[in-house]
């Protein structure tokens, strides 16, 4: 865990007033004992989860694909290729909308903007990277990529402890 107890709060403010400003149907699913709290979206995240990251062309039209959603200090991070369509739209439209899905037990969702961000500029962002991924592909390779950062709007939770995991 690398979130500190401000980073926590700030987590749990977000989930708080996203849930709030949640419509009457999705909070009909998500009720409150089926809610994550800041440190329950901590834990379930760990490090590094497959996400979907939906980002939209010049055109309006919506475009989603996997990426490694990076958990770190309370935002969801991720990197792709440099010449990345992916990384064009969110330069261009950086809007973005991620889920993390696991079957029907679980999902985060989070709605905001990716914002890049230089791990060389930032050395717990590198070391975080580093001890995720190693340090053979960090620098092989991992660390000419470039980078971002969620900032979120929304984050949305969910965890049905009626299925076991990987269900």
Do not use: C, K
């Not at 990426?67 to 739209?89: E, K």
């Amino acid at each position: 865990m690398h979130e500190n107890p401000e980073d926590l709060a700030w987590l749990q403010r977000l989930l708080a007033d996203s849930y709030a400003a949640a419509g009457r149907h999705l909070r009909s699913i998500v009720t409150e004992e089926r809610r994550l709290d800041a440190a329950g979206v901590v834990a379930e995240m760990g490090a590094m989860r497959v996400m979907a990251l939906a980002t939209t062309t010049a055109g309006g039209e919506p475009r989603v694909g996997p990426v490694d959603g990076l958990f770190y200090r309370g935002r969801l991070h991720f990197g792709s290729g440099a010449d990345s369509l992916r990384f064009r739209h969110l330069r261009a439209r950086p809007a973005v909308s991620a889920s993390v899905i696991d079957g029907e037990r679980l999902q985060i969702t989070v709605h905001g903007r990716a914002r890049e961000v230089s791990p060389a500029n930032d050395r717990a962002l590198t070391s975080f990277l580093v001890e995720v991924y190693g340090r053979e592909a960090w620098d092989g390779w991992m660390s000419a990529l470039p980078w971002a950062r969620i900032e979120p709007d929304r984050m949305i939770t969910f965890r049905n402890a009626q299925v076991p995991e990987g269900v």
